[in-house]
């Protein structure tokens, strides 16, 4: 089936240093989604994008936090600075339309803040 | 707010059995309910989904319920095995773009 791609797998970095998280949604999907999950707790969302903007951000959505997709590549998601509090699974998803809610995960980025 | 609420958190029962798990929601424009599981260091992984135009939705030993007045929805599995022990986390959106909220979660375990 569709498949969304996350590199890298597992990203460990430095308090303080910046971090790109990519992923690389289904081809024709539109909106695109990160969302936030500490070990056994639940999903959370950060933020979704769509025709090249911003739609929706939540409050974990913190100013260091930024997302671009520059030229259909990939849909990113940046950390500058990063703190300790930011070491989660970073999951990416996207869906195709409005009218097609079914969302599609990445198997997800792992971020440790050292 | 827009919370979901699911409970219980942690769910244990014996092998041929069935589990329920129940969540809440309080946006009254949601109208699609999906239900996920995720195993030990996987994604979330779509199981079943109700849109609001149905009150039950069965497939392959999974039902669930909507019941729209009181914004509570339910999923039951059927005959549980072990490789149905994970994480279940319950969702709900509204069409109108926003995203899906999802659910605290429920960690399931299918004692022989």
């Known amino acids: 089936g569709p498949k969304v791609l996350q590199i890298p797998s597992h990203q460990i970095i430095d308090m303080g240093q910046m971090v790109t998280l990519n992923c690389d949604p289904v081809s024709n999907h539109l909106y695109f989604y990160w969302y936030k999950q500490i070990l056994g707790q639940q999903m959370e969302f950060l933020v979704n994008?769509?025709?090249?903007?911003?739609?929706?951000k939540s409050k974990l959505f913190k100013d260091q936090f930024s997302v671009e997709r520059p030229d259909g590549s990939y849909f990113t998601l940046k950390i500058q600075p990063t703190a300790l509090e930011d070491s989660a699974v970073y999951f990416c998803?996207?869906?195709?339309?409005?009218?097609?809610?079914?969302?599609?995960f990445g198997h997800g980025t792992k971020l440790s803040v050292l | 707010g827009e919370q979901v609420e699911q409970l219980p958190s942690i769910l244990r029962v014996q092998e041929g059995s069935s589990a329920s798990i129940n969540c809440t929601y309080e946006n009254s424009a949601s109208n699609y309910f999906p239900w996920y599981k995720q195993e030990p260091g996987e994604n979330p992984k779509l199981i079943i989904d109700?849109?609001?135009?149905?009150e039950r939705k069965q497939t392959q030993g999974l039902i669930v319920l909507l019941d729209k007045k009181a914004k509570r929805f339910s999923l039951h599995i059927t005959d549980t095995q072990p490789g149905d022990s994970a994480m279940y986390f319950c969702?709900?959106?509204?069409?109108?773009?926003?995203?899906?909220?999802f659910g605290t979660g429920t960690k399931l375990q299918v004692v022989p």
């Open positions: 994008f769509y025709n090249g903007k911003v739609m929706e």
């Open positions: 969702a709900a959106s509204a069409t109108s773009g926003t995203y899906q909220r």
């Open positions: 109700i849109r609001s135009n149905m």
């Open positions: 998803a996207s869906r195709p339309g409005q009218s097609n809610e079914r969302l599609f």
